[in-house]
C-alpha cells in the first residue's frame, strides 16, 4: 500500500513540476529492513515517480559500506538529496509529518542550486575555512522544526564546507541520550554548540561562524 | 504516517514602502480568517507572523470545528492557509512584530528583523502563548525536560515517567498525546479536572495515568535535567516527590501583547479590550482571537472574530 495518499501525491505533483535541474535521491537501507528504513525507501521511491527530474539510488549500508563512507554516513535510514553536486543535505530517519516539507524543500532548492539566503549571509559564509556539521533533532509533530531543517539545507547548499542532517529523534533514542534530546528542535554544530528552537537567519549564521572557531 | 504538504507559495511581494489598508499581525484562525475577508474587500493587506496557523498547529485533533467531524490542528490551518493563499495577500513570515506605534493616521509596524511596515488600520491577532508555573528551576531546564509542548516532544519521551501539570483540556489532550510513548503519565491538578469528560475518560483508558489532585508544583528538581518534582499540597502541608524524566507545563496562555502594552487598552490579565465590533480603545485598531477579552478561546470563535474585525477595519477604512 502506497504511503503518499492520491491528494498527496497529486500535490507534490504539482510542486515538483517546477523542478529546473535534475535530482538524484540516494537511499541508505539494508538488506533486512529496518521497519522505518522501508517507509523511507517506499517514500522515495513514491517521490521518484511524481516527477521524470528525480532519479533515486537504493544502496546497501551494508553491502555499500564504500559508498556510505564517501558520503560519510553512519546510520540509517539516510537520504542523501543531490543536485548537480552533493551539496551535504541529509536526511536521518524518515521525513514524515511537518518534515515532508524540509524534504520537499531540499529537492526543489538542489534542483534550482540556489538558496534563499540572504546576501549578507552567503558572503559570511564564504569565509568558511574549516568543515561544520549541523545536525537539526526533529519530531513529526513539531511545526517549528522545517524552519529551522531547512535553514540547516540552504547554508549547505551554499557552503561546500557544510553538512547538514536532518535527524527525526524518535528513530534514533540513542542520539537523543547522548545529545540531551529532551525538546525540538535542537541543533548541535560540530558537536560543540547546541541551541533549542527555531531562530533567525543571522543567529543561525553567528552560531555556524563560532563553531568553526572552536 | 502523515506527509504535510506546504501550502502553494503565490508570491506577493513584500513591500515597506508601501502604506498597506491593513496590517494583521499574527496567522493563527482569527489572523487567516481576518485576511480572507479583508483581501475580498479589495483591501491592500499584509500580514506579519512567526508562523502560519499559531497555537492550532500544536492541536493533534479538533473535533470541534464545524463541517470537520475531525481533523488535526495542522491540516486545519494548512486548509486557512490555503484559502488565504487564493487572495493577493503579502505574508512575512517567519518574522515577529516587536513595536507597535500610531503616529497620526497611520500605524508603523517593527519586526524582529528590523523591517517597518506602515498601515491605515491593524488587526491584532496574536494570539497568546504557554504560561510559565515560575517555580523554583523551571526555567533553568526548559528544553532539559521541561517542555511547554507536548505535541512537539513527547516522542522523545518514550519509556521514560512524565507529569503533566495543569487540569484543562489542553492539560488532558498532553497526557493523551504522552500516553502513546511514555511508560507513566502523572496529572498534577491544584483542584478538580475540569477538561471534558471525553478526554478524561480516554486517559484513564490508557491505563497509563495517575491523578495526582489536589497538589500544586513547588519545585522542578534535577542536575543539568528534570530529575524530579517537589509538590506541595493546596489545602495542607503534605509534600510528595515524583521521580520524572519529563514535565509538561499546560496550565493555560498568556496573551502575546508586548509590542502593544503602551497603544491598547489592556484587561487586567493583559488582554486587548475589545468591544463587539473588535475596536480597541484606539481608532483604526482592531483586535481578534484569543489575544482579547472575548471569553472562551476557541478556534471556531476565534475565526469568527477575525472575520468580524476584517468589516470593522473596512468600515472604519471607507469612512476614515
Redesign the interface.
Known sequence: MA???EK?RQ??E??LEGLKGGVKLVVFTQEFECPTCE?NRM?MEELAACSSKIQIEVLDFVRDKEKAELYKLDKIPATVVEGKEDYGIRFYG?P???E??SL??AITMVSSGSSTLSPKTKEQLKRLSKPVHIQVFV???????P?VVQLAHEMALESPLITSDMVN??EF?HL?HKY?????P?TIINETIQF???V?E?EFLKHVLKAEKR | ??????A?LKAVPVEEAKCYDVIIIGAGPAGMTAAVYAARKKLDTLVISK?V?GQT??A?GVETYMGYQYITG?ELMRKFEEQVRQFPIALEI?DEVVKLLRDENRFTVRT??GKKFTGRSVIIASGRRARSLNVPREREL????V?Y?A????????GLDVAVVGSGNPALTAVNELTKCARKVYTIARSAIKADAVLREKAERSGKVEFVVGYAVKEIQGG???ERIVLKQTAGDKELVLDV??VFIEIGATPNVAFAKELAELSESNEIRVDCDCKTSVAGLFAAGDVTTVPEKQIIIAAGEGAKAALSAYQYLIEA
Open positions: 504511503l503518499l495518499s498527496v500535490e507534490v504539482h510542486i517507509d517514500l524518515v514524515g509529518g511537518y515532508f516539507a520537499l524543500h519530531t513529526h509533530t513539531c511545526p517549528y522544526c524552519e529523534a524518535a533514542p537523543n540531551d534530546i529532551f525538546v525540538v535542537k533549542a528552537g527555531a533567525p543571522s | 504516517m502523515e506527509f504535510i504538504v506546504p502553494e508562523d496557523g498547529l500544536l493533534p495542522a517567519n524582529a528583523t526548559i528544553g532539559r525536560g517542555s509542548c505535541t512537539c516532544d513527547a516522542p522523545l519521551f518514550g543539568d535535567k528534570v524524566r519529563g
